[in-house]
């Protein structure tokens, strides 16, 4: 079905470069208001304590006014959460890490609130601390949240066949571990809010660095005991979110709100790096044991796969992250026997919630590196085994869906990143070369130094100190919420008399350039130029709730939406003209270039500005409304069986690297990042998504950790959160493989998160590749290299050895 | 009171002069294009330009104003991005727009102004300087695929040209015309600069502030209302020459000055790409070799250097002077040989011998904007293959930057062969004490100092090793 688009699928820049470039974007601390007081938080030195009293005594008799705020004052519910109401909004009885806030200073000078509060004496009693997630559910544990009687947030399992069976017709059973890191989104922009009272009882207006409108106000709502409708959140330009700007936004908004409804005065709360990375949520740590009965043949027969996450103080989207792992956590390969268990526990670490990838690029780290070990163990490339196993059309996963409706590309994608970069060769060359082992040492526990030292047998040659290696990386991605929520987008659309366009859809800009898709996707069905588009802001008030802007949801199902809205319009216009022209109805008539004209008569022909006063002047209804939910999905939580989600996208990449076997240096020197997005509808966004995802996939490969010390994080600002800069990554190569499908835009289904998901297992195995050996921990560091530790005091649970 | 030029608005302020340049852009100024992402010059979104009249001529640097004391700009033009913006979008604005350059956008004025930055600075344009002019940029979004692509392309714009100047760049509306009147407007505005500043004597207890890449990393709060004491444009601390045989750098000389110092690019010709790995260049341009020295941070880079090229310093207090070796400036963690009142007016060492080696090794976590894990300096001098002289240096392994003094003992007079090569790094790795950090494991640390030592010799002398041999 090849279709004849005037501007889906080609180069478009963005509607809102120009902002960009010249700084005159603005972002949430870009905004100042009259009157407008700061907010700044009071913390305690724990991450695990009872509050027994906080003295404000030292805020007394100050020159300036400062407005004290804590749990007193909130006037609704004193916990909030999207899924779980856990989080307090000031916490009064206890602190359960270290982010944790007690109280709100608010006042005019945001350095000497600074000062103020560290004054503020909190008397408070340490309780044991529970840092290691494998020790949350013993029975002495203690307990974070003592209310629900257990640290177990979520269970998922998943059966499907009989997996001792299974093992039991295996000729050969693997089994390792893998664990990946806290990991920090590292938005550019630290999080900024302003609450600003309305006069004459109209609420509270809300603008800040918010990811999900929708979201921040039922949660406003609901610590203000108010209705949504006096809730009106907008969104301020956002320096990036990758699911970072979810919960924690929200938790800020009611603060901001309270000061801001008691004060009567806008009160802004801006955070400091060190405080966004201190209080706001990290991707998920995962302990992954991973247990694979497989035959000479290559073909696996049972996986049993048993994984901790460890969700840290407070549920956020625990409970969605690792359903979004049962469900794929066997990876895009067929087996008959499955056997899976997910649990998401409390610690006292750093709560996790939605980060780009949400669940996925664990469990791929995980499996796609048990894939090359079997297809090395049975003399293969990792293309073949992949190809013996990888899904195609018909195929059934793990938790018992059939995969059809769609292109099943896999194999596709597969084939054409080994091709382009002549893998199977290469792979097979670097791995008859890097025979030679690096040098290792067994760490005692008490190591002493000099036991350490390369014994001279040990030395390498400076002309072998070089290994290249390559290896890749295959996945399948459930797109949208799928049966983890209500799944549903809504556009407005309104054409002018004179043919200039007003859209919004409730989905939001987090940075990715969907404003610039939706634009493209109005523009194609109505034939004019984005340039005409005029892309209104995000506000709550003015368009229907679209939940939340995260699991690549944004084209599929904000760009439907728009499609549904274009069209509704289109079709006003196009009846219009059978009417004015005398055609019969369903003749073609094409709208493009600006202009409308009949496809059999080109004298028939209008442009769309005179042909929309026309119609303005019918008393035609030019405003539309597009809505679109998603196809049912349905889960059976006691078996994890069900269509899970209603379509699937495909990737895979394939990591080139030099490893620097002295220093345990890796170099990233080329990423081939191949994907079937659906329909790509904007070429230079599409790749822009595979640039950014790749380079943050490489940073949590190599470096990115937050290290969590009793719960305390150390990595506190970027000179000791390491992500890449720009001379870090080599070359990226995207290419698109569009495969059909009925839902979406044209087809067009998602990118954003398969993107960033598979690089640090291609380039786990690229290492492996170059050097012969696994690594079993992200991020494969220097010190992990050379090693086989982390770069931290103390080893926390790691991996198969 | 101060007075500079902010874009194209002269500026008179009484504000603290501690305040950083960045609140006073932002919060005074309402200039917001600049950004502040970190406030401590990792990731560059509050990138600006400083330029400064030297001989009658404006000469620019990027620097981080996050990092940047107000009480610095006196007499001086900043450019933040409001000042690069014209009517239509730049040549460099234009190639990010279109190479998909921006996305979220908070990173992009910083872009916008390094890469606009690297124009105005090099008379010889090539693309791979102008990408690099970016490393001290951050951006979480793009994977900098277009943005270097973006760089490229507002290069070509001079192919072929030998040499821009700013009649150039504002007729190719790289910059605005107000540029041109700027060097003008400086000349007027420096003559009502506080003299007192600059040279004879030094004012009692202030802080001394040069270029701030330390201090106001650690505690810039409480040094807004602070007295300040601004060393960076002191003429007598500024400068690399010879005297008496010896190289001699002023205190308050910046990394990029002594990158581009020919003088050491004779002596040191691979120094230049040495220091492409300390910090970024807009850290460069303000970092200077008495921070690097007083802040004694075990992993200084230049301090590092120094010490193996066995360097004195030149203390002074403007009355008195005072020489000390380097090596015996350290006492303790953070412990020096100084007087409060003291401050390090230069640094001189021996110009190297005929038939002398030096080399310098660094180790991080990430390859670029990082500070060490483990760094090494070696000076050597060979007479008849014997080693005459020889000075090691080793950082992030002991609680000051560590001078191998043992190994040194160890090597002197001897020849240099596998099984000295082997042992000198044995014995240096017993001279140690490292801790377990962010940067690595004390076992880690030990391990990569004794192939950095080794590394010294394979670098130097291969022709001297038998790797066969040493193993
Ligand atoms: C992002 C970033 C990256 C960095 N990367 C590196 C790196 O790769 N390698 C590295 O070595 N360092 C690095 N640094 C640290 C820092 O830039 C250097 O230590 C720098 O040389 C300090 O010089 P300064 O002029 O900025 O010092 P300042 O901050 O101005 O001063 C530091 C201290 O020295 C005192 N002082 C300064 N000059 C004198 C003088 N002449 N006499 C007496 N006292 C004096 C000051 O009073 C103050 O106590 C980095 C810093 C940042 C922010
Ligand atoms: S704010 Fe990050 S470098 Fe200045
Ligand atoms: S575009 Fe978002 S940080 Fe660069």
Redesign the pocket.
């Known amino acids: 079905m090849k279709q004849n688009f005037s501007i889906v699928g080609k180069p478009v820049i963005r509607e809102d470069g120009y902002e960009k470039v010249t700084g005159q974007a603005k972002f949430a601390d870009d905004y100042k208001f009259l009157n407008q007081l700061y907010g700044v938080m009071v913390r305690v030195p724990a991450a695990h304590a009872l509050i027994k009293s906080i003295d404000y005594s030292a805020l007394k008799n100050l020159q300036s006014k400062i407005f004290i705020f804590d749990s007193n004052d909130v006037p609704g519910e004193k916990k909030i959460g999207l899924i779980k109401r856990d989080q307090p909004v000031f916490c009064y009885d206890k602190i359960v890490t270290p982010g944790d806030v007690v109280a709100m200073l608010v006042g005019e000078d945001e350095d000497e609130l600074r000062l103020l509060a560290r004054k503020v004496k909190i008397e408070f009693e340490q309780l044991p601390v529970l840092s290691d997630p494998t020790k949350a559910l013993d029975k002495n544990a203690p307990l974070i949240h003592p209310e629900f009687g257990t640290n177990l947030i979520v269970h998922y399992p998943l059966r499907k066949g009989d997996i001792e069976k299974g093992f039991a017709k295996s000729e050969s059973i693997l089994e390792e571990t893998y664990t990946t890191p806290h990991v920090e989104h590292a938005y550019l922009e630290p999080e900024c809010v302003t609450a600003i009272p309305l006069e004459g009882n109209k609420g509270i207006r809300i603008l800040g660095s918010i990811q999900n409108p929708f979201s921040a106000r039922k949660m406003v709502a609901l610590a203000l005991n108010w209705p949504l409708t006096k809730v009106r959140i907008e969104q301020a330009e956002l320096g990036g979110s990758f699911g970072g700007k979810d919960d924690i936004m929200c938790v800020l908004s009611a603060r901001a709100a309270i000061a801001a409804l008691k004060t009567n005065r806008p009160v802004k709360i801006k955070y400091t790096r060190e405080e966004s990375i201190l209080e706001s949520y990290k991707r998920h740590p995962y302990i992954m044991h991973y247990k694979v009965g497989y035959n000479r043949d290559g073909k696996i027969k049972a996986m049993k796969i048993d994984i901790l996450a460890d969700g840290g103080a407070y549920a956020s989207m625990t409970p969605y992250v690792t359903w979004r792992t049962v469900v794929q956590a066997t990876g895009p390969y067929e087996i008959e026997n499955v056997w899976t268990d997910v649990r998401g526990v409390y610690t006292n670490n750093p709560y996790t919630g939605a980060m780009r990838g949400f669940g996925s690029p664990q469990p791929i780290f995980a499996q796609e590196s048990i894939m090359d070990e079997i297809a090395i163990r049975l003399e293969m490339t990792p293309d073949e085994i992949r190809g013996i196993n990888g899904y195609h059309a018909g195929s059934i996963t793990a938790s018992g869906q059939k995969l059809e409706k769609h292109d099943v590309n896999l194999l596709s994608v597969i084939g054409t990143a080994v091709d382009k970069t002549n893998f199977r060769s290469r792979w097979i060359e670097n791995k008859n070369k890097n025979i030679i082992k690096i040098p290792t040492h067994k760490i005692k526990n008490k190591p002493s130094i000099s036991s350490l030292i390369l014994k001279k047998d040990e030395f390498i040659e400076p002309s072998n100190l070089l290994r290249k290696g390559i290896g890749l990386a295959a996945s399948f991605r459930g797109c949208s919420l799928g049966a983890e929520g209500i799944d549903a987008a809504a556009s407005y659309i309104s054409v002018q008399p004179d043919g200039s366009v007003y859209l919004l859809c409730g989905l939001a800009e987090n940075g990715q350039g969907m404003r610039t898709t939706y634009c493209i996707i109005a523009s194609e069905v109505l034939g004019i130029s984005p340039e005409n588009i005029f892309y209104l802001e995000h506000e709550t008030k003015i368009i229907p709730d679209s939940g939340p802007t995260v699991a690549s949801r944004s084209t599929i199902m904000g760009g439907a939406s728009v499609k549904i809205a274009a069209e509704t319009i289109r079709e006003r216009l196009e009846n219009l003209l059978y009417l004015k022209w005398n055609i019969p109805p369903h003749e073609n008539l094409i709208f493009k270039n600006n202009f409308v004209y009949s496809e059999s008569d080109s004298q028939k022909k209008i442009s769309f500005p005179e042909l929309c006063s026309l119609a303005y002047g019918q008393a035609i209804n030019l405003a539309a409304l597009g809505w679109y939910p998603g196809p049912k999905v349905h889960w059976d939580e006691v078996h994890g069986q069900g269509p899970a989600y209603f379509t699937y996208v495909y990737g895979c990449q394939v990591a080139e690297v030099t490893v620097n076997i002295g220093t345990g240096e890796v170099y990233v020197d080329k990423v081939t990042a191949v994907h079937d997005p659906g329909r790509v509808i904007n070429l230079l966004g599409a790749q822009g998504q595979v640039y950014g995802g790749v380079t943050q996939g490489a940073g949590y490969a190599l470096w990115e950790e937050v290290d969590k010390h009793e719960g305390f994080v150390r990595e506190l600002n970027f000179?000791q959160y390491l992500i890449p800069t720009s001379k870090e990554i080599g070359e990226i190569v995207p290419i698109f493989l569009e495969g059909e499908d009925i839902y979406g835009p044209w087809g067009g289904k998602s990118l954003g998160e398969p993107t960033l998901e598979l690089t640090a297992a291609a380039i786990n195995n690229a290492i492996r590749n170059a050097v012969g050996e696994r690594f079993y921990n992200l991020p494969i560091n220097l010190e992990e290299v050379l090693l086989k530790r982390k770069l931290r005091p103390e080893d926390l649970t790691r991996g198969s050895s | 009171m101060i007075n500079f030029i902010l874009n194209n608005k002269t500026i008179s302020t009484d504000s603290p002069l501690g305040i950083t340049l960045l609140d006073f852009i932002r919060k005074e100024e309402h200039l917001t294009g600049t950004k502040e992402g970190c406030r401590?010059?990792?990731c560059g979104a509050c990138t600006i330009l400083i330029g400064d009249l030297i001989d009658n001529k404006v000469k620019y640097k990027s620097a981080n104003s996050c990092?940047m004391p107000l009480g610095d700009v006196d007499g001086k033009h900043v450019v933040t991005i409001e000042g690069i913006n014209q009517d239509e979008l730049t040549p460099v604005q234009e190639a990010l727009v279109d190479e998909g350059g921006t996305q979220c956008g908070f990173c992009t004025p910083g872009f916008v102004v390094s890469l606009t930055g690297y124009f105005l600075t090099h008379e010889a344009i090539n693309p791979i300087e102008a990408i690099d002019s970016m490393n001290g940029n951050i951006c979480r979004c793009t994977g900098y695929a277009g943005i270097k692509r973006a760089a490229i392309k507002s290069t070509s714009l001079f192919n072929g040209l030998k040499r821009i100047s700013t009649e150039d760049l504002v007729n190719k509306k790289f910059l605005p015309d107000y540029f041109l009147e700027i060097p003008k407007r400086l000349i007027e505005l420096q003559k009502l600069r506080d003299k007192s500043k600059s040279g004879n004597g030094l004012p009692d207890k202030r802080?001394?502030?040069?270029?701030?890449?330390?201090?106001?990393?650690q505690k810039w709060e409480s040094l807004i209302d602070e007295d300040l004491f601004f060393?960076s444009d002191v003429n007598e601390?500024k400068g690399i020459s010879i005297e008496d045989n010896r190289i001699k750098i002023g205190?308050?000389t910046t990394?990029s000055e002594i990158e581009n110092s020919p003088i050491l690019q004779q002596y040191f010709p691979n120094l230049k790409n040495d220091l492409r790995?300390?910090?970024?260049i807009p850290?460069r341009n303000?970092?200077?070799i008495?921070?690097?020295i007083?802040?004694a941070?075990p992993?200084?880079?230049?301090t590092n250097i120094l010490l193996a090229l066995n360097s004195t310093l030149h203390l002074t207090n403007g009355k008195s002077k005072r020489e000390i070796f380097l090596k015996d400036f350290y006492k303790g963690y953070k412990t020096l040989d100084k007087l409060e009142d003291e401050?390090?007016a230069a640094v001189s060492f021996r110009i190297p011998r005929e038939n002398s080696f030096f080399n310098f090794e660094k180790v991080s976590k990430r390859t670029y904007?990082d500070?060490a894990s483990v760094n090494s300096s070696m000076y050597l001098e060979l007479s008849d293959g014997i080693i005459v002289e020889v000075h090691i240096s080793a950082g992030g392994v002991a609680p000051i930057p560590l001078y191998l003094a043992r190994t040194r003992e160890f090597l002197l007079n001897k020849n240099i062969s596998d099984e000295v090569i082997s042992d000198a790094a044995e014995i240096a790795t017993s001279e140690i004490s490292p801790i377990s950090d962010a940067r690595g494991s004390a076992e880690y640390k030990t391990l990569l100092l004794r192939q950095l030592i080794l590394a010294h010799f394979i670098k130097l002398f291969p022709e001297l090793i038998d790797i066969g041999e040493l193993v």
């Open positions: 000179d | 401590e010059g990792d990092l802080v001394l502030v040069s270029g701030g890449t330390d201090l106001y990393v060393i601390l205190g308050a990394v790995l300390f910090g970024s850290i303000r970092a200077t008495g921070g690097n007083v802040n941070s992993i200084g880079d230049l401050i390090i904007l500070i």
